[in-house]
T-cell receptor
Framework: DTGVSQDPRHKITKRGQNVTFRCDPI?????LYWYRQTLGQGPEFLTY????????KSRLLSDRFSAERPKGSFSTLEIQRTEQGDSAMYLC?????????????FGPGTRLTVT | KQEVTQIPAALSVPEGENLVLNCSFT??????LQWFRQDPGKGLTSLLL?????REQTSGRLNASLDKSSGRSTLYIAASQPGDSATYLC?????????????FGTGTQLKVEL
């Protein structure tokens, strides 16, 4: 297993368009997380899945954002009607219980630029 | 409000120097703490996870400590090398929604010069 993967790595879109990102977690990791990181800041939590159930959503996740994990494996994050303020790095992480903790492992991220 | 603070925001040192990066947190709900490295434009690489029952963890030239009572963690890097140049982030685990989430500091940008 090669770790968490994300696709695409970079996305440039025009304001008002919809975009969708994909995250493939480490095999058999039952927990999956999305974070957003803007320039010069630490990542901020967006949402979290346990298997296919979305158990928490941050207030940062406006109505234009939706995330799914339909079969408890990969996840998608969709942003509708993108705005320039959505420009950021979107990071995915996954975890499973091991050695007494749910340690999170991060993917390479998807950098979104909204023009 | 949950807050994680990292000092200094930026640090430049000559190669070979030992250095300490600081992380403080105000929320007692933070139970585990993890240090990450981030290279420009890249994702996060996990360095060390310190569980609440532990006081420190070591990996190679890295040593991280955790003092929950004072809300502090430090990352010690021995014999720094130019390849250590990156942004270092600390993040605390908080229980939420039947699981957990990470709350991050803003990072320390480290430059190790030849």
């Amino acid at each position: 297993d090669t770790g968490v993967s994300q696709d695409p790595r970079h996305k440039i879109t025009k304001r008002g368009q919809n975009v969708t990102f994909r995250c493939d977690p480490i095999s058999e990791h039952n927990r999956l997380y999305w974070y957003r990181q803007t320039l010069g800041q630490g990542p901020e939590f967006l949402t979290y899945f346990q298997n296919e159930a979305q158990l928490e959503k941050s207030r940062l996740l406006s109505d234009r954002f939706s995330a799914e994990r339909p079969k408890g494996s990969f996840s998608t994050l969709e942003i509708q009607r993108t705005e320039q303020g959505d420009s950021a790095m979107y990071l995915c992480a996954s975890s499973a219980w091991a050695a007494g903790a749910y340690e999170q492992y991060f993917g390479p991220g998807t950098r979104l630029t909204v023009t | 409000k949950q807050e994680v603070t990292q000092i200094p925001a930026a640090l430049s040192v000559p190669e070979g120097e030992n250095l300490v990066l600081n992380c403080s947190f105000t929320d007692s709900a933070i139970y585990n703490l993890q240090w990450f490295r981030q290279d420009p434009g890249k994702g996060l690489t996990s360095l060390l996870l310190i569980q609440s029952s532990q006081r420190e963890q070591t990996s190679g030239r890295l040593n991280a400590s955790l003092d929950k009572s004072s809300g502090r963690s430090t990352l010690y890097i021995a014999a720094s090398q130019p390849g250590d140049s990156a942004t270092y982030l600390c993040a605390g685990y908080i229980l939420t929604g039947g699981g957990n989430k990470l709350t991050f500091g803003t990072g320390t940008q480290l430059k190790v010069e030849l």
